[in-house]
């Protein structure tokens, strides 16, 4: 743009898990809603081919898929996008490993060895939302923030008790 700014972009304004997605304990179900608010206050995400607008998205699971149901401020769908969750097994069972392990160390091990795990945590974080965008690409413009967000949200789907 001639004025150095960048295009307008859309914007989700809500986001909603579909009953697909299960119920989780109130922990999780904590953890899901944290990262749904994180994500709405935040976030740049242009679905290819249409004008910016307010977004709402309903995510979903269908056959190991999580679908992607994008809607605009009425509700009316405006585009679906399906992705497979197989790329994101590796990254997220590593993120939830190395959750643990920091975890634990906040209880037991010295401020260098939590700071070294947390950096550790952040960099298979990074992993997943680099991942995320990579398979997004093409359908979905998002930056590395709302990809962070989204990655959360993804692996808060995959959160146990």
Not at 44 to 71: H, M, N, T, W, Y
Request: aromatic share 6%; net charge negative.
């Amino acid at each position: 743009m001639a004025d150095g700014s960048s295009p307008p972009k859309s914007k989700l304004i809500d986001v909603e898990l579909d009953e697909t997605i299960g119920r989780a304990t109130p922990d999780v179900e904590h953890e899901r809603a944290v990262a749904i608010f994180d994500l709405i206050e935040d976030n740049s995400f242009q679905p290819a081919g249409l004008e910016p607008q307010l977004l709402k998205l309903k995510l979903s699971i269908a056959d190991k898929r999580l679908v992607f149901d994008i809607r605009d401020e009425a509700g009316e769908t405006l585009v679906l996008h399906i992705l497979s969750l197989t790329p994101f097994r590796r990254v997220i069972k590593d993120y939830f490993l190395i959750c643990d392990s920091y975890y634990e160390a906040i209880r037991s091990s010295t401020p260098t060895q939590i700071e070294a795990i947390d950096m550790g945590r952040r960099g298979i974080h990074n992993d997943g939302s680099q991942t995320l965008m990579e398979r997004l690409a093409g359908k979905i413009e998002v930056d590395m923030d709302t990809a962070r967000r989204l990655f959360t949200l993804i692996c808060a789907l995959h959160w146990r008790s």
